[in-house]
T-cell receptor, first 112, second 115 residues
Framework: SQKIEQNSEALNIQEGKTATLTCNYT??????LQWYRQDPGRGPVFLLL?????KEKRKERLKVTFDTTLKQSLFHITASQPADSATYLC???????????FGAGTRLAVHP | SAVISQKPSRDICQRGTSLTIQCQVD?????MFWYRQQPGQSLTLIAT?????????ESGFVIDKFPISRPNLTFSTLTVSNMSPEDSSIYLC????????????FGSGTQLSVL
């Protein structure tokens, strides 16, 4: 069955450093992959989408890579700020209508 | 973008009762989805709410337990029926707004606790 793995342990980093979050998937070949941010008590918010034919995508301080050989996506936040503290969810998707399957998420804590 | 209003934001219910959650969108949308997020877990898709026809349920979810209505393109309800403590979870409505290229917008969720 399809499986998505994100680091279950929280990632703690110092303000100004680069945070790198990992998303691994097995048993399927997603056509694209999305990243979402979720704050406590709120629904997820879309951040970035990367397609299988794209190696890298950037948006302001965010960068996402997609390695279909390794079956992995890396999500980077450069010059991290305490306001970046949240849980980040990945959703590799096979396609069809938008039926997203999410990883459990990784909690990021950025300390001043 | 799409603005989603979800009600109630939280509720505490007794075992054996039912709760209906409402989802209102500020624009017409084609696709509406209901997710469940159990503590420390990922979001799990319950069903796709289809306008004018029966909802499409994912494996492990049935209409008798989670009846869904979608009377128009801006509104849907999810009912959690005959609740048990195992139904304690966050329930989230989401939509794919037209022209947004596959991304989803989510409501703030309903935090349900069943005693």
């Amino acid at each position: 069955s399809q499986k998505i793995e994100q680091n279950s342990e929280a990632l703690n980093i110092q303000e100004g450093k680069t945070a790198t979050l990992t998303c691994n998937y097995t048993n399927y070949s997603p056509a694209y992959l999305q990243w979402y941010r979720q704050d406590p008590g709120r629904g997820p918010v879309f951040l970035l989408l990367i397609r299988e034919n794209e190696k890298e995508k950037r948006k302001e301080r965010l960068k996402v890579t997609f390695d279909t050989t390794l079956k992995q996506s890396l999500f980077h936040i450069t010059a991290s700020q305490p306001a970046d503290s949240a849980t980040y969810l990945c959703a590799p998707t096979s396609g069809g209508y938008n039926k997203l399957i999410f990883g459990a998420g990784t909690r990021l804590a950025v300390h001043p | 973008s799409a603005v989603i209003s979800q009600k109630p934001s939280r509720d505490i219910c007794q075992r054996g009762t039912s709760l209906t959650i409402q989802c209102q969108v500020d624009s017409q949308v084609t696709m509406m989805f209901w997710y469940r997020q159990q503590p420390g877990q990922s979001l799990t898709l319950i069903a796709t709410a289809n306008q004018g026809s029966e909802a499409t349920y994912e494996s492990g979810f049935v209409i008798d337990k989670f009846p869904i209505s979608r009377p128009n393109l801006t509104f849907s309800t999810l009912t959690v029926s005959n609740m048990s403590p195992e139904d304690s979870s966050i329930y989230l409505c989401s939509v794919e707004a037209r022209g947004t290229n596959e991304k989803l917008f989510f409501g703030s969720g309903t935090q349900l606790s069943v005693l």
